[in-house]
């Protein structure tokens, strides 16, 4: 259970916490490449159907940048690549093939010369792994950041401790981060709740954040520590993330796996795996859910969505019961949904502490609602993307929903950067 703030509000995340002691390995038969919720991605493929390809091997490239590849998850058998018109990826489905092949990348002077590390990331399928803000997309291939906040916490409900995905990976975490140090320089955050035991560079300042949500979401980091702008770019990634781009520094292939957590009311037993990106979540579930219809979910009970495989970022797979999640109807409710304008919401405590405290919600709230680009960039929403208002839209049941909003504006802001 995690509480907010002290304010009474607890979220429940199922009967039973995973059990840190014991992390099985849980790779897949089935896994697939996908675009992230709202992502577009025209890709040229690399590979055909039926071709064998090692894990790690490039099997798409974007069609605009063509260095910036996606690989596979595992070493596998491409049984189908699913494009929409415009060469719009929709999914590239993979079968395990028992070959153990590995690909190897070449690392060159990735340690020590950010050139050669930014080819690298391309090359490796990690650059996706970054998030870009504002706008929250993977950064363009000639981006550069103006800082780069790496989260090795994570406060939503029933999600994977990093400290435990970092355990026995310091060396590979301080490699990682010494490499990241040529690209933003002394402009890198390494936030935690709980203190990470690694020998860190001089140059990685360390943040301690709080443990309630929404304090280990990276949105929140971003706006306390190096907001975001239309000229200064901030990155976020995960801190596991960074220990696989020391891993492949050192060795040239693609860690294989990722600590991702099962949870949920449907299921008989909370888990803690690692699996391959890219994973069927109705793999991870198998044998472990109770009898009657559930519903799966890529991420938690507050921000997840129903999905099938996991995603470039995901570390959470949440499996609600039939009613799971869903709020009961009312008629003054349903009659404020018909209406032209949005649902009113009343300022609360809650509502303030679900943005951490430090954005006045209520205000950037309304700049929202009213479509007010300059009041709600002022108050920090190009720092934000859509899951750091899933909680305010949780406690506030807003419709349409705050996340939603706060797409819209970043859309329009973006296409008018575009065309200036």
């Not at 590390?117 to 929250?136: D, Y």
């Not at 490499?179 to 320089?185: E, P, Q, S, T, Y």
């Not at 929202?368 to 960039?377: I, M, P, R, V, Y």
């Amino acid at each position: 259970m995690v509480g907010l703030f002290g304010t009474g509000l607890s979220l429940t995340t199922g009967s039973i916490s995973p059990d840190y002691n014991r992390i099985a390995t849980a790779l897949t038969v089935e896994a697939a490449l996908t675009p992230a919720r709202g992502e577009e991605l025209r890709v040229t493929p690399l590979v055909g159907v039926d071709d064998i390809v090692s894990q790690g091997q490039p099997v798409l490239g974007l069609r605009n940048a063509p260095d910036i590849q996606m690989v596979a998850p595992m070493a596998a058998r491409i049984a189908a690549i699913d494009l929409e018109p415009g060469r719009r990826l929709t999914r590239l489905l993979l079968f395990a093939e028992e070959t153990g092949a590995r690909f190897a990348h070449d690392v060159g002077d990735a340690d020590h010369d950010a050139a050669s590390l930014r080819s690298l990331l391309k090359a490796s399928g990690l650059w996706r792994r970054i998030l870009s803000r504002p706008f929250g997309r993977m950064p363009g291939p000639d981006e550069m950041p103006s800082a780069i906040i790496v989260m090795a916490t994570d406060s939503r409900p029933g999600a994977p401790s990093p400290v435990h995905a970092l355990k026995g990976r310091e060396e590979a975490l301080a490699r990682g981060l010494s490499a990241l140090g040529h690209l933003a320089g002394e402009r890198l955050f390494f936030c935690e709740a709980a203190r990470i035991e690694a020998d860190l560079p001089p140059a990685v300042r360390r943040v301690r954040v709080g443990t309630l949500h929404p304090l280990g979401l990276a949105g929140l980091q971003v706006h306390r520590l190096a907001p975001a702008s239309l000229a200064q770019r901030v990155w976020d990634i995960h801190a596991e993330d960074v220990a696989d781009i020391g891993e492949l520094i050192e060795t040239g292939m693609v860690p294989e796996t990722r600590l991702v957590s099962v949870t949920g009311p449907a299921l008989t037993e909370q888990r803690l795996v690692r699996c391959q990106p890219g994973a069927d979540m109705r793999g991870l579930c198998l044998g472990f859910v109770r009898p009657g219809p559930h519903h799966i979910m890529a991420g938690s009970h507050i921000d997840g969505h129903p999905g099938h495989w996991l995603g470039p970022r995901d570390r959470q797979v949440t499996v609600l019961g039939d009613d799971g999640g869903h709020r009961r109807n009312h008629w003054f409710s349903a009659a404020l949904t018909r209406a032209a304008r949005p649902l009113p919401i009343i300022p609360t405590a809650a509502l303030e502490q679900a943005l951490g405290g430090d954005i006045p919600a209520v205000a950037l709230i309304r700049a929202l609602s009213a479509g007010d680009q300059e009041t709600a960039t002022r108050l920090g929403a190009l720092s934000l993307v859509e899951e750091d208002l899933t909680l305010a839209d949780y406690v506030t049941a807003a419709e349409p929903s705050l996340a939603a909003q706060l797409r819209v504006l970043l859309d329009r802001i973006e296409k008018e950067e575009v065309a200036a």
